[in-house]
C-alpha cells in the first residue's frame, strides 16, 4: 500500500502531495495541503459540504480519490475570493444572515457559484433544485436562497 | 489497495485479468467510493478508466445513433443539445442520480453496472434499446443493456469483462421518450418506483412501444404487455387504464424501507400512465 | 425591570449588522471540530456493535495491536469501576461493559499514526457475541413480557410491578377532570405515534483530545458547551474534572445533540493508554446516525373535551416514550408542553419513560415539545372540524395569557401566544384560496426556554473597545447579538465589542448553548458584566473630576457629570478612560456568575398550506408561515433563521425523517441518502413573523427563539393534510406510503 505522488493545482498553486490510492481528494485536501475549508459531513455524496470544482466541473471531493487529481485543476473555498476582495456570493451569504452554523456553507458557496457561472439569471427554483444536493440544517435554505439570488442579481447589473 | 491507470481497454481486461483478489473498476467512482467508504468493498486492485482515449466522448454513429464513452458525466450529457433533442428520456434518467454535484462524477455505465434495480438511468436505456460493449480478454462484444443486471447488485458481466461503450440506436421519426420516478423528497433520494417509456406514432396512434420498470423487480423489467396496451391506440383514457393495469401486473416489488410492495404496485401504474403522456407528447412534438 | 419600559429607542437592538465571524465562515477559515490537527497527533477508530442486544464474550484486538503503526486500544477494562447513576450511564454509553446495548454501541477503540490505518486496525479487532432478544418499539417495550433491557434501573418513581422496562413514571395534573370532561359536549380520545428523529447537524462529532500520566487532558471538540464536555469525560474518566481543559471549535450545528458526550471520552483515554499523544476522533455519518442521540419515538394517548362553542373543558395526556437503552426520553417536558397553550380548567398528565434497544437520546430542539404537539394540536383540530368550528378561533378563545395557571404549574407572566394567532390571521397567507387537493393546516407550540449555570467577564481595552469572554458556543449567530447588546449598553459601535468563545479554564462553568439560552441569559450576564465595568469607569471619571461617584451618568459611550455637577465637565468618553487606565486603578472588567433569573417563554404558531397528489401520496408544502413571540429581536435575521431553521426541522419529521428498524434491531437508514432531511427543493419560502412582547426578565426583553419553531410543524402540517384529503394522520411520518393507503383505504391512517 504505497503511496502515489499526485502533482495538482489547488486555487491557481502548483502542489505536489502523497497519497494512499484510499483516500479521497477531500481527505488529501483537508489532511495533506491544509485545506480545511471543504467539509465532510456524510462521505456518501449526499450532503455537498466537500463540494470543489474539478477541472471546472461541480463534483463533491469525498466521491473522487486523490490520486485522480494528478494533473488536474481543483478549486476550493479558499480559493473564491481574491485577496480581501469576497465573491458577491461570499458577501451576500453575510449580508443576508444566509449561514448559521456556518458548516455548510462552504460547499454550498462553490456550488452557488458554479450555478452563476453557467446561469446568472437563474430563477428561484432552478437555485433550489441546484442546490438540492447541499444539505443545510439550520436555515431551512431560505435566506441561502435569497442570497444567491440577490447575487446573480448583482453580479448581473440588475442590483 | 493498488490504483491503475491503463490507457486501452484491452490493458484494462488484462490487469483485471492478472489480479488475483477484488477487482473494481473506476468510472465516475459515486458507488465505489461509497463502498469503499462503508468498508463494504474495498478493491485490492482498482482500475481507473478514465485514462482511456475516448472515454469522455459522445459521438454520432454513421447511422445516426449515438455512441457514448463509459466515462461521460451525467452533467456532460445534459449539456448535449443534440443527444438531449434525440433521447431526452435516457438523458432526464441518468440527470437524475443524485445531486449537481454527483452529475459532475456519475456515469451511464457505472449507474448500470452497480447493478441496483432501482438506478435511474437504466430504465430510459432499456426504453431505447440502447446496447454496450462488453470487452474481455477474448474480444468485444454487443449485448443489450435490459442483459446486463442480473439482480441486485449482480450483472452477467464475468470476472475481467468491462463495458467499453454505450450505443443509442438512431432515433427515428416521431419518437419520443421518457423517464419518471416516484420518490419521497424532490431530490437526492433512490427511486421508489422508475419508469420509461419509449414510443414512435404513426400520426396520433402509437405505432411501437417499450415500457421498462425500475424498482420494482431484483432488475429493471421490460413490460411488454404496457407496450402492448398502448400500441395501436391514440393514449386514450382506456389505453392508460391498460397500460396501468399491465404495469401493475408486471411489478413483483417487494417491501423495504423506502416503500411497501402495495405502494410500487400502485405507483408502477402512475409513473406509467404519466411518463407515457410525456413521451406521448414529445413524440407529436418532434413531428412538427 | 426591562430597559423597555424607560427606553426602546435603541441604536444596535433590532438593527441587522453583520455577524462578527461572518468572514471567517464564507472563506473556508472557521476551525470546526475535524479542522484541527496537533503535533504528534495520533487518529482513532471505534469498533462498534452491529447487533441490537448482545453479551460481549471476547474482544480479541492482537491483529489490530501487531499492525506497525497502532498505539493503542481501548475497551472498557480501561474504565473506572463504580460509577453511579447519569455518570455510569454516559460511561456505558460511550463504551459498552458486558452487553451491547444497540446496534452501533462502542465496544472498543484504537488509535493510529493515520485515520486509514486506525480504520483498518479497527476492522480486525474481533469480537465474539452472543446474540440477547431485543426490543425497537415503544409500545413493544413497555409491555410485560418484553426482554428487559437493564433490570434494577428503574428510578424510584416506578411503582412495584410495573413492565420491565419502564424506568421512569410521572403522573401530576391539576382541576377536577371528570368535572371537566362532563361539561363538554364532544369528548374526543386518540393516539398519535412520532417515531424517532435525528437532529441531523451537518458536523459529525469531532474532538482532539489529550491525556498525560499526570492526569492533565486538553481537549479540542465541536460542542454546544465545553464545560459539559469536561464534567461528562472526568466522570467517565475518573479525572479531577479543573486539570482537564476544553476549548470548544467552531460548531457545525447541534441542536441539543452536541450537549452530551459521546465517543469524546474515548479520545482521552486513547491518549492516556498512547503515551499522552494527542488523538483525534472524528465520527462518519453512519456513526452519527447510528450511535449519537436522535430524539425519542413516542405513543401517546391524548383526551379533550370541548363545548359546542369551542371551550376546552378537561384535558388528559398519556405519553409513552422511549430513548434508548437509558432513562431519560423527554417525558417529562413532552407533558409539560403538552396543554401549556391553554387555560383549561383540569388537566391531567401521565407519562411512562422506557427502555429499548437504541442510541441514548440526546436532547432535540424543544425536547419533547414537538410529539407533544402533533398530538395535541391534531386532537384540537379534529375536534374543531367536527365541531365546525375555526381552528384559530379556538386557539384565541382557550389561549393561555398573562395570568394563566399554566397546565404544568405555574402562572404565565407576560406572554405572547394571542398576539402569534392574531399575527397569522391578519397575514396575506392565511386568506389564499385554496384549490384542489390543497389544504390549510394551523398548530400553535410551546417551550419554556431556560437559563442556566452562567459566567461571562467582559473587559475594557486599552483603546475603549471591548471584549467579552463568554462560555456558550456560537452555534447561530449569538456572537452578534451579544456584541448588540453590549454595545447598546456600552454605548460604542457593535465593531468595537469582540467577543470569545473561551475555554473551560478562562470562567466558571457553563451550560451549553442549548434551551434557547445563550441570547437570554449570557446576554443577560453579558450587560450585567457591562453595567459592571461602566460603574467603574463612572468612578474612575468622578475620581479624577473630584466628584462623587454616584453623581457620573453613562451616556453615549462616555462618563458624564450628572445632578449638581452636570455640565460642569466635559464628558470623558470610553477611550480616554480605557487609555490611562493603568494610572487611574487598573484594569477595568465587570463579570457576572450565576443562574440568571427572569426567563420568559415562547410561543409560535404556524400556518402550513399543502398539496397532496391523490394518486401517490406526495405531499407538497406550498407556503409556510411562521409567527413567534421572540420578546425581543436584537438580530431580528438570526431570529428568523432560527424560525425557518425550526419550521424546516419540523416539517422533515412531518413528513420523512424516521428511524427505520429492520427485524434484526438494525438501523437500516444510517446514511443521508435514506435518512431524509429536507432539501432546497423540498421547500418553499418560510414566511416569518416576528412578535414582540417583551420579556420582562430581561434587560433588553429577550426570550428564547431556538426551540418553539419546532413543535408546530408537526401537527400543521397533519391539520392541513387531513384537511386536503378528508384523511387523519395519526403516525409519523406521514410518508407517501402512509398517505396513500388512507387516502386509498378511505379512513385515517
Known amino acids: 500500500m504505497s503511496k502515489i505522488h499526485v502533482t495538482t493545482t489547488v486555487n491557481g498553486d502548483t502542489v505536489e502531495f502523497l497519497a494512499d490510492p484510499r483516500e479521497t481528494l477531500l481527505d488529501c485536501l483537508r489532511d495533506r495541503l491544509g485545506l480545511t475549508g471543504s467539509k465532510e459531513g456524510c462521505g456518501t455524496g449526499d450532503c455537498g459540504a466537500c463540494s470543489v470544482m474539478l477541472d471546472g466541473r461541480l463534483v463533491s471531493s469525498c466521491l473522487v480519490l486523490g490520486v485522480e487529481a494528478e494533473g488536474k485543476t481543483v478549486d476550493t473555498i479558499e480559493g473564491m475570493a481574491r485577496g480581501d476582495d469576497l465573491h458577491p456570493l461570499q458577501r451576500k451569504f453575510i449580508e443576508h444572515a444566509a449561514l448559521q452554523c456556518g458548516f455548510c456553507t462552504p460547499g454550498i458557496l462553490v456550488a452557488a457559484k458554479a450555478l452563476l457561472d453557467q446561469n446568472p439569471d437563474p430563477s428561484e427554483s432552478e437555485v433550489r433544485y441546484w442546490l438540492a444536493g447541499n444539505l443545510c440544517r439550520c436555515t431551512g435554505y431560505d435566506k441561502i436562497v435569497n442570497a444567491v439570488m440577490d447575487a446573480a442579481a448583482e453580479m448581473r447589473g440588475a442590483a | 489497495m493498488h490504483y491503475?491507470?491503463?490507457?486501452?481497454?484491452?490493458?484494462?481486461?488484462?490487469?483485471?485479468?492478472?489480479?488475483?483478489?477484488?477487482?473494481?473498476?473506476?468510472?465516475?467512482?459515486?458507488?465505489?467510493?461509497?463502498?469503499?467508504?462503508?468498508?463494504?468493498?474495498?478493491?485490492?486492485?482498482?482500475?481507473?478508466?478514465?485514462?482511456?482515449?475516448?472515454?469522455?466522448?459522445?459521438?454520432?454513429?454513421?447511422?445516426?445513433?449515438?455512441?457514448?464513452?463509459?466515462?461521460?458525466?451525467?452533467?456532460?450529457?445534459?449539456?448535449?443539445?443534440?443527444?438531449?433533442?434525440?433521447?431526452?428520456?435516457?438523458?432526464?434518467?441518468?440527470?437524475?442520480?443524485?445531486?449537481?454535484?454527483?452529475?459532475?462524477?456519475?456515469?451511464?455505465?457505472?449507474?448500470?453496472?452497480?447493478?441496483?434495480?432501482?438506478?435511474?438511468?437504466?430504465?430510459?436505456?432499456?426504453?431505447?434499446?440502447?446496447?454496450?460493449?462488453?470487452?474481455?480478454?477474448?474480444?468485444?462484444?454487443?449485448?443489450?443493456?435490459?442483459?446486463?443486471?442480473?439482480?441486485?447488485?449482480?450483472?452477467?458481466?464475468?470476472?475481467?469483462?468491462?463495458?467499453?461503450?454505450?450505443?443509442?440506436?438512431?432515433?427515428?421519426?416521431?419518437?419520443?421518450?421518457?423517464?419518471?420516478?416516484?420518490?419521497?423528497?424532490?431530490?437526492?433520494?433512490?427511486?421508489?418506483?422508475?419508469?420509461?417509456?419509449?414510443l414512435r406514432l404513426d400520426g396520433d396512434t402509437i405505432s411501437e412501444a417499450r415500457v421498462a420498470l425500475g424498482a420494482v423487480a431484483p432488475t429493471v423489467i421490460t413490460v411488454q404487455a404496457a407496450a402492448d396496451a398502448i400500441i395501436g391506440t391514440t393514449l386514450d383514457d382506456a389505453a392508460l387504464e391498460a397500460l396501468a393495469d399491465a404495469a401493475r401486473a408486471a411489478a413483483t416489488p417487494i417491501s423495504d424501507k423506502r416503500g411497501t410492495a402495495e405502494f410500487r404496485t400502485h405507483v408502477s401504474g402512475v409513473m406509467a400512465q404519466r411518463v407515457a403522456r410525456l413521451a406521448y407528447t414529445r413524440a407529436k412534438g418532434a413531428g412538427k | 425591570m426591562a430597559k423597555d419600559e424607560f427606553n426602546t429607542e435603541f441604536k444596535l437592538v433590532g438593527t441587522r449588522p453583520n455577524r462578527p465571524d461572518g468572514l471567517d465562515k464564507v472563506t473556508g477559515r472557521a476551525r470546526y471540530g475535524a479542522d484541527m490537527t496537533m503535533p504528534g497527533m495520533l487518529w482513532g477508530a471505534v469498533v462498534r456493535s452491529p447487533h441490537a442486544h448482545a453479551r460481549i464474550k471476547k474482544i480479541d484486538a492482537s491483529k489490530a495491536l501487531a499492525l506497525e503503526g497502532v498505539k493503542a486500544v481501548v475497551t472498557r477494562a480501561d474504565f473506572p469501576t463504580g460509577l453511579t447513576g447519569e455518570d455510569w450511564n454516559l460511561q456505558e454509553n460511550s463504551m459498552a461493559g458486558d452487553v451491547a446495548l444497540y446496534d452501533g454501541h462502542a465496544v472498543a477503540a484504537v488509535a493510529a499514526t493515520s485515520a486509514l490505518l486506525a480504520q483498518d486496525a479497527a476492522a480486525l479487532i474481533e469480537v465474539e457475541y452472543e446474540l440477547l432478544p431485543h426490543v425497537i418499539d415503544v409500545d413493544d417495550a413497555i409491555k410485560p413480557d418484553a426482554p428487559a433491557i437493564r433490570p434494577g434501573s428503574a428510578d424510584h418513581s416506578v411503582p412495584e410491578g410495573f413492565p420491565p422496562n419502564v424506568v421512569r413514571y410521572i403522573d401530576y395534573g391539576h382541576g377536577d377532570l371528570d368535572a371537566g370532561f362532563a361539561a363538554a359536549d364532544l369528548v374526543m380520545e386518540k393516539t398519535y405515534l412520532t417515531e424517532a428523529t435525528h437532529q441531523g447537524y451537518i458536523e459529525p462529532q469531532a474532538c482532539v483530545g489529550q491525556l498525560g500520566a499526570d492526569?492533565?487532558?486538553?481537549?479540542?471538540?465541536?460542542?454546544?458547551?465545553?464545560?459539559?464536555?469536561?464534567?461528562?469525560?472526568?466522570?467517565?474518566?475518573?479525572?479531577?474534572?479543573?486539570?482537564?481543559?476544553?476549548?470548544?471549535?467552531?460548531?457545525?450545528?447541534?441542536?441539543?445533540?452536541?450537549?452530551?458526550?459521546?465517543?469524546?471520552?474515548?479520545?482521552?483515554?486513547?491518549s492516556k493508554k498512547a503515551g499522552g499523544r494527542p488523538v483525534k476522533l472524528v465520527m462518519n455519518r453512519a456513526e452519527v446516525l447510528r450511535a449519537t442521540g436522535p430524539t425519542a419515538s413516542a405513543s401517546m394517548d391524548v383526551k379533550i373535551g370541548m363545548t359546542k362553542d369551542g371551550k376546552m373543558t378537561a384535558g388528559k395526556a398519556v405519553f409513552r416514550m422511549q430513548g434508548g437503552a437509558f432513562p431519560g426520553a423527554p417525558v417529562d417536558s413532552a407533558l409539560d408542553c403538552a396543554f401549556a397553550n391553554y387555560d383549561m380548567p383540569a388537566v391531567y398528565h401521565e407519562g411512562f419513560d422506557v427502555l429499548a434497544n437504541r442510541p441514548k437520546a440526546a436532547a432535540y430542539r424543544a425536547p419533547g415539545s414537538p410529539m407533544a404537539a402533533f398530538a395535541v394540536e391534531s386532537l384540537v383540530d379534529e375536534m374543531c372540524r367536527e365541531l365546525g368550528l375555526d381552528p384559530v378561533e379556538v386557539r384565541l378563545k382557550n389561549a393561555a395569557r398573562e395570568g394563566t395557571k399554566a397546565s404544568y404549574g405555574p402562572t404565565y407572566n407576560k406572554i405572547g401566544l394571542v398576539e402569534t394567532l392574531e399575527a397569522v390571521k391578519a397575514h396575506p397567507n392565511y386568506a389564499v384560496p385554496l384549490g384542489p387537493n390543497q389544504g390549510r393546516g394551523v398548530a400553535s407550540g410551546f417551550w419554556f426556554n431556560y437559563n442556566g449555570d452562567t459566567a461571562v467577564s467582559m473587559a475594557i481595552a486599552e483603546d475603549g473597545t471591548a471584549q467579552v469572554s463568554v462560555g456558550t458556543p456560537d452555534i447561530g449567530g449569538s456572537r452578534a447579538s451579544l456584541a448588540m447588546m453590549v454595545g447598546e449598553t456600552l454605548g460604542v459601535p457593535y465593531e468595537h465589542v469582540?467577543?470569545?468563545?473561551?475555554?473551560?479554564?478562562?470562567?466558571?462553568?457553563?451550560?451549553?448553548?442549548?434551551?434557547?439560552?445563550?441570547?437570554?441569559?449570557?446576554?443577560?450576564?453579558?450587560?450585567?458584566?457591562?453595567?459592571?465595568?461602566?460603574?467603574?469607569?463612572?468612578?474612575?471619571?468622578?475620581?479624577?473630576?473630584?466628584?462623587?461617584?454616584?453623581?457620573?451618568?453613562?451616556?453615549?459611550?462616555?462618563?458624564?457629570?450628572?445632578?449638581?455637577?452636570?455640565?460642569?465637565?466635559?464628558?470623558?468618553?470610553?477611550?480616554?478612560?480605557?487609555?490611562?487606565?493603568?494610572?487611574?486603578?487598573?484594569?477595568?472588567?465587570?463579570?457576572?456568575?450565576?443562574?440568571?433569573?427572569?426567563?420568559?417563554?415562547?410561543?409560535?404558531?404556524?400556518?402550513?398550506?399543502?398539496?397532496?397528489?391523490?394518486?401517490?401520496?406526495?405531499?407538497?408544502?406550498?407556503?409556510?408561515?411562521?409567527?413567534?413571540?421572540?420578546?425581543?429581536?436584537?438580530?431580528?435575521?438570526?431570529?428568523?433563521?432560527?424560525?425557518?431553521?425550526?419550521?424546516?426541522?419540523?416539517?422533515?419529521?412531518?413528513?420523512?425523517?424516521?428511524?427505520?428498524?429492520?427485524?434484526?434491531?438494525?438501523l437500516q437508514n444510517a446514511t443521508f441518502l435514506d435518512y431524509r432531511v429536507p432539501v432546497a427543493s423540498d421547500l418553499p419560502k418560510i414566511d416569518t413573523v416576528i412578535v414582540e412582547v417583551p420579556n420582562p426578565g430581561h434587560p433588553y426583553g429577550v426570550r428564547g427563539v431556538g426551540e418553539t419553531g419546532i413543535a408546530p410543524p408537526l401537527p400543521a402540517i397533519a391539520n392541513a393534510v387531513a384537511a386536503a384529503t378528508g384523511q387523519r394522520l395519526r403516525h409519523l411520518p406521514m410518508t407517501p406510503v402512509k398517505v396513500l393507503a388512507a387516502i386509498q383505504a378511505g379512513q385515517d391512517g
Open chain 3, 498 to 666: 469582540r467577543v470569545n468563545v473561551v475555554e473551560t479554564g478562562a470562567l466558571g462553568i457553563n451550560e451549553p448553548t442549548h434551551g434557547s439560552r445563550a441570547t437570554f441569559a449570557t446576554g443577560k450576564a453579558a450587560v450585567i458584566a457591562t453595567e459592571q465595568a461602566i460603574a467603574e469607569m463612572c468612578r474612575r471619571a468622578a475620581v479624577e473630576w473630584d466628584i462623587d461617584p454616584d453623581a457620573v451618568e453613562w451616556i453615549d459611550g462616555a462618563a458624564q457629570p450628572a445632578g449638581p455637577n452636570a455640565g460642569k465637565f466635559p464628558p470623558m468618553k470610553i477611550g480616554e478612560i480605557a487609555g490611562k487606565m493603568s494610572t487611574t486603578g487598573g484594569p477595568i472588567a465587570g463579570h457576572y456568575e450565576g443562574f440568571p433569573d427572569g426567563v420568559g417563554v415562547s410561543f409560535g404558531t404556524h400556518v402550513v398550506d399543502v398539496e397532496v397528489d391523490p394518486e401517490t401520496g406526495h405531499t407538497k408544502i406550498l407556503r409556510y408561515l411562521v409567527a413567534q413571540d421572540a420578546g425581543r429581536a436584537i438580530h431580528p435575521a438570526y431570529v428568523e433563521g432560527q424560525f425557518q431553521g425550526g419550521a424546516v426541522q419540523g416539517i422533515g419529521w412531518a413528513l420523512n425523517e424516521e428511524y427505520v428498524y429492520g427485524e434484526d434491531g438494525r
Open chain 2, 4 to 198: 491503475h491507470t491503463p490507457a486501452t481497454f484491452e490493458d484494462a481486461v488484462k490487469i483485471a485479468a492478472a489480479c488475483g483478489g477484488v477487482t473494481r473498476f473506476l468510472a465516475g467512482g459515486t458507488d465505489v467510493l461509497v463502498q469503499m467508504r462503508a468498508g463494504a468493498v474495498i478493491p485490492d486492485d482498482l482500475i481507473d478508466l478514465k485514462h482511456i482515449p475516448g472515454v469522455r466522448d459522445i459521438t454520432r454513429t454513421p447511422e445516426g445513433g449515438w455512441r457514448i464513452g463509459i466515462a461521460v458525466a451525467g452533467a456532460e450529457l445534459g449539456a448535449h443539445d443534440a443527444l438531449c433533442r434525440d433521447w431526452p428520456g435516457v438523458v432526464e434518467g441518468m440527470e437524475l442520480v443524485g445531486s449537481t454535484q454527483v452529475q459532475g462524477r456519475a456515469t451511464l455505465v457505472g449507474n448500470l453496472c452497480n447493478g441496483s434495480p432501482a438506478a435511474d438511468s437504466v430504465p430510459g436505456l432499456v426504453a431505447a434499446g440502447a446496447t454496450v460493449t462488453v470487452t474481455g480478454v477474448n474480444g468485444s462484444r454487443e449485448v443489450p443493456v435490459a442483459e446486463i443486471p442480473a439482480g441486485p447488485g449482480r450483472t452477467v458481466l464475468q470476472p475481467g469483462e468491462v463495458i467499453s461503450a454505450i450505443s443509442l440506436p438512431p432515433r427515428g421519426e416521431n419518437g419520443g421518450d421518457a423517464y419518471l420516478r416516484f420518490i419521497p423528497r424532490t431530490e437526492m433520494d433512490i427511486a421508489v418506483v422508475g419508469c420509461a417509456v419509449n
Open chain 3, 215 to 270: 492526569g492533565k487532558g486538553e481537549m479540542w471538540v465541536c460542542t454546544q458547551g465545553h464545560w459539559f464536555i469536561r464534567q461528562m469525560c472526568s466522570a467517565v474518566l475518573g479525572l479531577e474534572v479543573a486539570q482537564l481543559r476544553v476549548t470548544a471549535s467552531e460548531i457545525g450545528g447541534g441542536f441539543g445533540g452536541k450537549t452530551m458526550v459521546f465517543m469524546e471520552p474515548l479520545s482521552l483515554a486513547l
